[in-house]
């Protein structure tokens, strides 16, 4: 019988289930395997030693799973956790193993869409003070000007299943309205955490009917196979048999009852004991 070889998608959360959506829906010949650290979640908040290491013990995780390619579809890990993993991390533990972030793929692209040059980033706090999404699209396009908004509220409301209720609305409408007071001329909005696309309705109809409004599923899954095409030394390693695993480091009831909202689809979930494994390293 054949090894698996999946593809690894890791989340402090649900939310790096709306990128796996959208990159099995571009890519569904590969074995995908999800992590979501809910155990230790949110990460928003956490420090950058924290988040590194809870990061690093996943990855871990995943390198014992037989993943070849890990993708951090979470934008705090992806802004703390993985220069540092990728530059001092993956040259001990294995050098043909990848790790790849969501904030790179999104940066690369984020000028096209804007007329007006002026471009906003609605995130979670520890994103907004990474600067991660400044410095990197300041490499791509270092005349575009970009505006953060910390939107503290959103991952929980979503993750208590409260993003349709009205209540909701009066933070979306404030973390919008704050955003958009820093610069008239933002023609843009980068959602750049991976659970505002649930609120995307609402997101919507609170901005300008005119305003470009880009969530990180479709642009992560495009950058995906782009790398893919580019790196046969990756893509060979990586088995094709349309596999799909979900774990999760809390409850997997608790799990399959909320991920589903984000996968689009129902999912049933094992569990993943992340602190024994790294206690065993």
């Known amino acids: 019988m054949q090894k698996s070889n999946p593809v690894g998608v890791f989340d402090s959360g ?20 999800y992590l979501g650290d809910n155990a230790r979640a949110p990460y928003g908040n956490r420090s950058f030693d924290t988040v590194y290491r809870y990061t690093l013990e996943c990855v871990q995780w995943f390198f014992s799973k037989g993943c070849p390619l890990v993708i951090l579809a979470c934008n705090t890990a992806s802004a703390k956790a993985l220069r540092t993993i990728q530059q001092n991390d993956l040259p001990i533990i294995d050098l043909e193993k ?28 520890g994103t907004v003070s990474s600067l991660s999404y400044v410095l990197e699209i300041e490499k791509f396009y270092p005349g575009l000007k970009v505006y953060q908004q910390a939107c503290p ?3 929980p409301l979503v993750e208590n299943n409260e993003y349709q209720n009205h209540g909701t609305d009066f933070f979306v409408k404030k973390y919008i309205q704050q955003l958009l007071e820093q610069d008239e001329a933002i023609d843009t909005i980068l959602l750049a955490c991976t659970h505002y696309p649930l609120l995307l309705d609402k997101i919507r109809e609170y901005s300008p009917a005119d305003m470009k409004i880009l969530t990180q599923g479709v642009i992560v899954a495009e950058s995906l196979a782009d790398y893919l095409a580019r790196h046969p030394e990756i893509e060979t390693k990586c088995t094709k048999t349309g596999g799909r695993e979900f774990y999760t480091t809390d409850s997997t009831q608790d799990f399959d009852n909320h991920a589903g909202i984000f996968f689009g689809q129902p999912v049933l979930s094992k569990h993943a004991n992340i602190g024994q494994l790294s206690r065993d390293l």
Request: charged share 20%; net charge positive.
């Open 14 to 33: 649900y939310g790096g289930l709306t990128v796996l959506k959208e990159i099995i829906q571009k890519l569904p010949q590969y074995d995908y395997v």
């Open 98 to 125: 990848r790790v790849l972030g969501v904030i790179r793929p999104t940066a690369e692209v984020i000028g096209t869409y804007s007329e007006s040059k002026h471009v906003g980033i609605l995130a979670t706090n």
């Open 153 to 155: 509220l959103w991952v």
